[in-house]
């Protein structure tokens, strides 16, 4: 699968929720879309990826 | 002296602009959620664009510690951040349309407030409510385009602060480097670099639907 814009082989389905924290972001500071569509935060632990999605992670960080 | 008619100025602003740049910013209604650093600027940048309505929001008040970077002056300390912007916008542009909502934004109330928008800047400093902003709007707003601002703490590296496409309805605005990290904190020049971009790209995709 593709992991903002990079290669990521799966070797085993993976949540959302997994794959947040094993590109070292938090989940309650991302948005995040697959195949082109925002995937809700509730669905974060159930959505199961596939080497077929595309995925974008976008991470916050603080001041404003 | 007298302040010039409502016409006189949009007379102005369509001579400075061009009657077609200043006829698509004057007809759009813009948000900005949260009136710190970012939307306080972002407000005022867009006003003298021209933009002729706003929906604001905020809960918080002026603080002295505001005075650093964000659009407030020493004696608005103590007022509502939704009021105080307003005096200083309608000073510039007393026929500007804005929408006050002096509250706590959260998913029950994000929808309803920003969903008459066309284009919503995100605009607080947590990170944790950045994202449940533009996530709540995402999921409950779609066709609504969002300008978020994230990193923009320290001083010097100015060309680092950046706009990108995100999403398809979602442009992000900074360096990506938390205010934690940077030498300094938040300070207004950085501050306004990145409320520039924000406003900027607001002015883009009015004009252009896109950057």
């Known amino acids: 699968m593709k992991v903002n814009g990079e290669h990521l082989e799966l070797v085993s389905p993976m949540t959302i929720e997994v794959l947040i ?3 070292g972001y938090r989940q309650d500071r991302v948005a995040v879309e697959l195949n082109g ?3 809700p935060r509730s669905e974060y632990g159930v959505v199961l990826l596939s080497n077929s999605d595309s995925v974008e992670i976008v991470g ?5 | 002296m007298t302040l ?6 949009e007379n102005s602003l369509s001579t400075r602009h061009s009657p077609k740049v200043h006829n698509a910013i004057k007809n759009a209604k813009i948000g900005i959620a949260g009136m710190g650093g970012l939307g306080s600027n972002i407000a005022m940048m867009l006003a003298r ?3 002729s309505s706003l929906v604001i929001a905020d809960h918080d008040v002026v603080d002295i510690s505001n005075i650093n970077r964000q659009n ?13 912007s307003e005096e200083l916008l309608k000073a510039v542009n007393p026929y500007i349309a804005i929408v006050k909502h002096c509250v706590k934004l959260d998913p029950s109330n994000i929808p309803g407030i920003f969903g008459g928008c066309d284009i919503v800047c995100e605009a607080f400093d947590v990170p944790s409510e950045k994202a449940m902003f533009i996530n709540t709007m995402l999921e409950e707003c779609p066709g609504i385009k969002i300008v978020a601002g994230s990193g923009m703490a320290g001083f010097g590296r100015s060309n680092e602060i950046r706009t990108e496409k995100l999403f398809a309805d979602l442009y992000l605005c900074g360096d990506g480097i938390d205010m934690e990290e940077a030498e300094g904190g938040l300070m207004s020049p950085r501050v306004n670099i990145c409320a ?3 406003a900027n790209t607001v002015i883009a995709l009015l004009m ?3 950057v």
Not at chain 1, 60 to 64: E, L, P, R, T, Y
Not at chain 2, 73 to 84: F, N, S, V
């Open chain 2, 4 to 9: 010039p008619s409502k016409e006189e100025l």
């Open chain 1, 37 to 39: 569509r925002i995937v």
């Open chain 2, 49 to 51: 664009a021209g933009v």
């Open chain 2, 196 to 198: 520039g971009h924000m």
């Open chain 2, 208 to 210: 252009k639907g896109d």
């Open chain 1, 60 to 64: 916050f960080v603080g001041g404003g």
């Open chain 1, 21 to 23: 924290l094993k590109k």
């Open chain 2, 72 to 84: 407030y002056y020493l004696e608005q300390i103590g007022k509502a951040k939704t009021d105080a």
